[in-house]
């Protein structure tokens, strides 16, 4: 029984299929969702050269990353809204110590669909993929149609 699903979104394009994916496993399973975004400040942001600004940069995001959360909550007006979880640090890392925190039985997260380096480096999903101890959803962006040949593969994959 699925009773509480995170969902972990990135300010990215695919935030908003990310979400609906979510959401509309929490309505058809009457689950609580959670939603998360984890911010990153770059090591290579010059705090010196920001002065007092550096010091209120997580805090000035973390405004708006609430902000934008509570906007998205929109898309989902038929289920009860909770509080937007924002939090800063290593993505991955982040999204499976909020998982534990809030207890959830299932995460969801966007794939980025990345290549090269990536593969061996690995993604955000994957990491949180190999590592979490619960089950995990990872939500792929469809090929828009016209980019798809017959049977619905890719063109050249066939």
Do not use: C
């Amino acid at each position: 029984m699925l009773s509480r699903i995170l969902v972990a979104v990135d300010a990215s394009v695919r935030e908003p299929s990310v979400f609906d994916a979510g959401a509309q496993l929490a309505e058809e399973l009457g689950a609580a969702l959670y939603v998360l975004r984890v911010l990153t400040v770059s090591p290579e942001f010059p705090a010196a050269a920001a002065g007092s600004v550096a010091d209120s940069l997580p805090a000035h995001l973390t405004r708006l990353a609430v902000l934008e959360l509570s906007e998205l909550w929109k898309r989902a007006p038929h289920l009860q809204v909770t509080t937007p979880i924002v939090a800063v640090g290593q993505p991955w890392k982040v999204i499976l110590e909020v998982a534990k925190d809030f207890d959830v039985d299932l995460i969801v997260l966007g794939s980025h669909g990345y290549k090269g380096w990536d593969h061996v480096l690995g993604t955000t999903s994957g990491k949180v993929v190999n590592h979490a101890d619960r089950n995990v959803l990872v939500v792929h962006e469809r090929a828009a149609p016209e980019s798809l040949g017959q049977g619905g593969l890719p063109r050249g994959s066939a």
